[in-house]
């Protein structure tokens, strides 16, 4: 007979409580696609994660959160969440990742939540971004962030028996990469370039169905540690570099002991095995469909993964709104 779980470890049904959190996020941040106000979506996404959040069995600490680099008055990080019951956990919450992508009504805004031992979670100390490279389980022992990306391409081309020009590689559209995309086209592969999301853009690079093979470039420091705990249940691999944006937040990490030339792997992002990774469509995206609203009614699109087991699920959920917690009706 197996033993009993331990109180001070998550426990496999925690899944399916935190799941409820990503989907109140994103049926309310989902009323305001397109609608040109990512701060209103934002906020009405916030309200509702911190409102179901206290609902769950966890004894949690926010260590990701809204916290400084978005001026958060809520989920911040060190904000105790949970009823203060079940194991103690780190918590890493982005109740839209990809704020503009909401408010223009784009593709690939999911609601995204990651939970994992207490004390588990990597600290970034301030340091907002970093260079990351994200690959599948086919390619995981073969890419390395420290190699040019061409080679990296080169090297998935040949594990899966393909051409440079059937690899396709995603990464955010942003100045700082033109070099870099200029140096994957180069090869022949193709590009896909997001505007924002990249926690969406990394895990469809680790998934097979998606078309996706590398994620490359400069993203968020707290996006790359919540990918983290994805990979941990998808195997694959994530690689990361500190980034600094300026000489102040450079002194603030070599003053915090980081060193900025390591490569920091899965394994030093999120050091537990047992975590869990949840997400909620809020746009319809590769990863997966966004929310539909018909006549009171709600239907969400969330993936849920545990590492332990290793367990993917895909879950459609149908709500009726008024009678969710925490949702009006309507919003506006």
Not at 35 to 47: C, F, I, L, Q, S
Not at 193 to 216: K, P
Not at 246 to 270: F, M, N, P, S
């Amino acid at each position: 007979m197996p033993d009993a779980p331990s109180a001070n470890v998550p426990d496999r049904n925690l899944a399916l409580e935190l799941v409820r959190v990503t989907e109140a996020a994103a049926m309310a941040g989902g009323r305001w696609v397109g609608r040109g106000d990512k701060n209103r979506a934002d906020g009405a996404a916030v309200e509702a994660m911190r409102a179901l959040i206290s609902t769950v069995e966890m004894r949690g600490t926010v260590v990701i959160g809204e916290g400084e680099k978005d001026n958060a008055p809520m989920l911040f990080n060190g904000e105790q969440v949970g009823n203060g019951a079940g194991p103690e956990v780190d918590v890493a919450v982005d109740p839209i990742d990809g704020t503009t992508l909401t408010a223009k009504g784009m593709p690939n805004a999911i609601a995204v939540m990651a939970v994992s031992d207490r004390g588990s979670m990597y600290d970034p100390s301030a340091v907002f971004y970093m260079d990351k490279l994200v690959a599948g389980p086919e390619v995981a022992d073969v890419v390395d962030i420290r190699l040019p990306a061409a080679e990296n391409v080169r090297r998935i081309a040949k594990v899966k028996k393909e051409r440079p020009e059937d690899v396709t590689v995603v990464m955010l559209d942003r100045p700082r990469h033109e070099a870099l995309a200029r140096e994957v086209r180069d090869t022949g592969a193709r590009i896909k370039l997001i505007s924002d999301g990249d926690v969406a853009g990394a895990i469809s690079a680790a998934r097979e169905t998606t078309g996706i093979d590398l994620l490359l470039g400069i993203g968020g420091t707290p996006e790359g540690i919540i990918t983290a705990c994805a990979i941990k249940c998808l195997g694959g691999v994530i690689q990361g570099r500190l980034w600094p944006q300026d000489d102040d937040e450079r002194q603030k990490a070599i003053d915090a002991g980081h060193d900025l030339d390591k490569v920091l792997t899965t394994d030093d992002l999120v050091t537990s095995d047992n975590c869990f990774f949840v997400g909620t469509g809020i746009t319809d995206g590769e990863l997966l469909q966004g929310v539909r609203y018909s006549r009171g009614r709600a239907t969400t699109n969330s993936i849920v993964m545990r590492s332990k087991s290793g367990t993917v699920r895909v879950i459609e959920s149908h709500h009726v709104l008024d009678r969710t917690a925490g949702l009006p009706r309507s919003e506006g």
